[in-house]
């Protein structure tokens, strides 16, 4: 038996300031995405935005339901209102925030399980990594590729 392991690349910005001007500009639209979001029962809300090859961005917003676990993730949300409304065209990025109450959090979230599988699916099929941003009101982690979040992701292939 030999004992390995794996590492996560990234790169980590002190604040959304920080970043270029593209990835900062899908950071603010997940914020703006946030007003969508239906937290009544954890008031833990999540907007995400996905930018498409083609420069369209589309927002999502995690919904939840008093039939737990019938809510949405924002991830989610965005992504297949992406496929839904421009099939064919491929996911090139993902910028994801969360707040609390109605404040950003301190430090970034990540997303669930659920949604890097989904992630995956998509950037599977746009045959590029998929850069994402977490973050919120302090640093932001960037990563390319869902591998990164995900190193040993289900697939059909």
Do not use: W
């Amino acid at each position: 038996m030999e004992k390995k392991f794996l590492t996560i690349p990234y790169e980590e910005y002190t604040s959304i300031e920080e970043l270029d001007k593209k990835d900062r500009s899908l950071m603010t639209a997940a914020i703006d995405a946030l007003k969508g979001s239906y937290a009544p029962y954890s008031h833990y809300n999540v907007g995400a935005a996905v930018r498409l090859a083609d420069g369209t961005v589309v927002k999502g917003a995690n919904q939840e339901n008093a039939a737990f676990p019938s809510g949405l993730c924002a991830e989610r949300t965005a992504l297949f209102a992406a496929g839904a409304q421009h099939p064919g065209v491929g996911v090139v990025s993902l910028a994801v925030v969360c707040s609390q109450n109605g404040r950003l959090m301190p430090n970034p979230g990540s997303p669930c399980g659920a949604c890097r599988q989904v992630m995956a699916q998509y950037e599977r099929e746009a045959g590029v990594p998929m850069r994402i941003l977490l973050g919120s009101g302090g640093p932001v982690l960037a990563f390319d590729g869902v591998e990164s979040l995900m190193p040993l992701v289900f697939s059909d292939l």
